[in-house]
């Protein structure tokens, strides 16, 4: 049974929420299994994933040595616990690291595995890196299964430390604490396409976490690894001592299925070669026979429509594509139908697509490479479209109460998913939401001199911040408007700069968003920050219950926030007498808490930020 202890301040007597932190505690009788459902895993990363089910398998006669080295590495009793596969893009490294998950996990030997992948949300991510493997773990065996589940229950907060806090709670010390005999056989992990995490800033510690597990002497543990031979991997696997791990370098090509079965590859394939099979490839496909008013035609197609899917920050489905740039169905088919060779193209509408080679998207965005105008991509005008394609779709269909729960004090939880994501909030709205700020920072866009901002804080702001707590996404906020704010000119000085300029009337207000030739372009940098004032303070109460964005977040905000000026028609009418607050924000911005008394304070140097540690065993900040 779950218990919950909840403090701050509780709004209005028939709405049991309270504006605050909530703190969960666990009886010991709480099952393992449900323990387990609260780490926030990936399961699309897995090998057997659904995303993964596209049959790729091994040319003939072409991979079967690498295959049986890999397998004599993983059945021997060497001290080479790492075996890291590296090649270039088309050398086929997905479909080996699939054909090993597969015959390992028919062994009962697979502990598990995660497939990263470019262009799919969250799987370039380590965020959820260490709660996947260790969910896997944990159904490798019982025992294992019950350290892990102990580790959650130990550190209600787990999910919210770092990278390798996770990974030393929820895997090194579960393993260390088994028997020596828990696994009679080497437990194979398998990790796939490192160099398509996103972060080459923290890919040494990715790989220094997998180092430190194989270091625990309770289990023989082999790590398969993937990636191509990028300089940070190389830097990150040159830490690790070679009597650790074991390198093999993959050249020539496997192929999906038959698809460009007709190009030989040699024993290397360089980029000069690589780029004159993607050009025959796109010229055979999309100029062949065609009259000089149907090739103007599908260079604009391939342009709109290509040209998204390869700058996307998540895979979308064919459906879902057609919904965010405003097109047809059949419109999004026409330039794709004949890129098979190039792209996994879908056949059911909710299905995604997905590039077949990474570095396809790598040759259209280059035009060093890609020389041929029809097909080269202009990264800032593709990313500059999809920016106003999220303003469009999330002024259609962002509105008050998006599952139209009725209720002010309805909890995320307590919503079934199901009717989030198919019914209510579609995986393209969803999409605009949570990447509409990331387009516009690639884009050649001013934020200065574009109207659809200004309409955006003006009148969609607060069902923003609703729609990305109920899709679990409302952090992702924060950080867009820290990125927005950014790119904005500084003002001189910031506090009074969310007050001054903005006591008039409304119309006067938002008519200074968008500047006209001569004025002080200062103001919308004055919304965006109060915007971020404002999530930072209600981030807690919004993401346990959406609506409350219309109701404690706004009774609860200074009298001078421009949001809360920009939103009091919300409230509910019940609500009659507000309670008195200070005028202005606070210098401070935002605190973690504790659930355990603190036991140690630090500061940092320039004094923004303060940090403790508890005997929840967890170091929380605040920052100023």
Same mark, same amino acid.
């Given at each position: 049974?779950e ?10 007597d028939n ?33 057997d ?6 049959? #790729? ?25 790492i ?7 088309g ?8 054909m ?8 009962r030997?697979?502990g598990a ?17 260490? /709660?996947t493997?260790?969910v ?5 065996s ?21 990278l390798?806090?996770?990974w030393?709670r929820?895997v ?13 056989q ?14 080459n800033?923290?890919v ?24 191509r ?10 830490? +690790?001592?070679?009597?650790?791990h074991?390198?093999f ?8 299925? #038959? ?13 000069? #070669? ?25 260079r ?9 899917i390869?700058?996307?920050?998540d895979?979308?489905s ?13 419109? +999004?088919?026409?330039p ?33 490479? *890609? ?6 991509i ?10 106003? *394609?999220?303003?469009?779709i ?7 109460d998006?599952?139209?729960l ?13 009717d989030?994501?198919?019914k ?16 516009l920072?690639?884009?050649d866009v001013d934020?200065?001199?574009h ?15 609703? /729609? ?9 906020? +924060? ?12 003002t ?19 008519? /200074?968003?968008v500047?006209?030739?001569?004025q ?21 109460i ?11 977040a ?8 421009i949001i ?10 019940w ?9 202005d924000w606070s ?11 603190v036991h ?12 403790s540690?508890?005997d ?9």
């Amino acid at each position: 049974m779950e218990t919950r202890a909840i403090r701050g301040n509780m709004f209005g007597d028939n709405i049991r929420i309270h504006q605050g932190d909530v703190i969960h505690h666990y009886d010991p009788d709480t099952s393992l299994e449900r323990l387990l459902e609260r780490l926030d895993s990936l399961p699309e990363a897995s090998f057997d994933a659904a995303n993964k089910q596209r049959g #790729e398998s091994c040319l003939p006669d072409t991979r079967r040595d690498v295959l049986a080295q890999i397998r004599k590495w993983a059945d021997g009793d060497g001290n080479k616990h790492i075996y890291w596969l590296k090649g270039m893009a088309g050398t086929g490294k997905l479909t080996i690291a699939l054909m090993v998950a597969h015959q390992y996990s028919y062994k009962r030997r697979l502990g598990a595995s995660f497939f990263f992948s470019r262009g799919g949300g969250d799987l370039t991510s380590a965020r959820r890196f260490a /709660t996947t493997i260790a969910v896997q773990l944990a159904e490798s065996s019982p025992e294992l299964h019950k350290r892990i589940a102990g580790a959650v229950a130990s550190c209600p907060r787990i999910r919210g430390l770092g990278l390798y806090d996770q990974w030393e709670r929820l895997v090194l010390q579960p393993l260390a604490q088994l028997g020596a005999e828990a696994f009679s056989q080497p437990l194979v992990i398998v990790v796939d396409a490192l160099d398509e995490y996103d972060n080459n800033d923290d890919v040494s510690l990715l790989v220094r976490c997998l180092a430190a597990a194989v270091a625990v002497e309770q289990v023989d543990l082999k790590l398969f690894v993937t990636s191509r031979p990028d300089q940070p991997i190389n830097v990150s696997f040159d830490g +690790i001592s070679t009597d650790v791990h074991q390198d093999f370098i993959l050249y020539g090509g496997t192929i999906a299925g #038959e698809r460009l079965a007709h190009i030989v590859f040699a024993e290397r394939l360089p980029t000069i #070669e690589l780029d004159r099979m993607y050009m025959t490839v796109l010229e055979y496909s999309l100029t062949t026979k065609l009259d000089p008013e149907e090739t103007e035609r599908i260079r604009e197609l391939f342009r709109r429509i290509v040209g998204t899917i390869v700058v996307l920050f998540d895979a979308l489905s064919p459906a879902s594509l057609a919904m965010l740039l405003d097109q047809s169905k059949e419109t +999004i088919a026409l330039p794709l139908s004949s890129l098979h060779l190039l792209l996994d193209v879908p056949e059911k509408e909710d299905r995604l697509f997905w590039l077949l080679h990474p570095s396809f998207r790598e040759f259209l965005l280059d035009e060093q490479r *890609c020389t041929h105008a029809m097909f080269c991509i202009d990264a800032k005008k593709a990313h500059r479209h999809l920016f106003d *394609c999220c303003l469009r779709i999330m002024a259609g269909h962002l509105r008050q109460d998006m599952c139209d729960l009725g209720r002010l004090g309805m909890r995320v939880g307590d919503i079934p998913r199901s009717d989030v994501n198919k019914k209510k909030v579609p995986f393209a709205v969803q999409y605009a939401c949570r990447y509409w700020a990331y387009h516009l920072e690639r884009s050649d866009v001013d934020p200065q001199g574009h109207g659809g901002i200004a309409d955006f804080f003006e009148t969609r702001f607060l069902f923003w911040q609703e /729609t990305l707590a109920l899709i679990g996404r409302l952090a992702d906020g +924060i950080a867009m408007l820290q990125l927005l704010e950014s790119r904005l000119p500084v003002t001189n000085r910031r506090k009074r700069s969310t007050t001054t300029g903005f006591r008039g009337s409304f119309s006067k207000m938002m008519a /200074t968003l968008v500047p006209r030739r001569g004025q002080n372009p200062s103001s919308l940098r004055a919304v965006v920050y109060d915007a971020k004032r404002f999530l930072l303070s209600h981030s807690s109460i919004i993401e346990e219950a959406p609506l409350q964005a219309y109701c404690s977040a706004l009774v609860f905000s200074p009298e001078a926030s421009i949001i809360r000026r920009l939103y009091m028609h919300q409230l509910p009418k019940w609500i009659v007498r507000a309670p008195a607050l200070s005028e202005d924000w606070s210098v401070h911005l935002q605190t973690l808490s504790h659930s355990e008394s603190v036991h140690a304070v630090a500061f940092s140097p320039d004094g923004r930020l303060i940090v403790s540690g508890s005997d929840d065993e967890t170091v929380r900040g605040s920052i100023f």
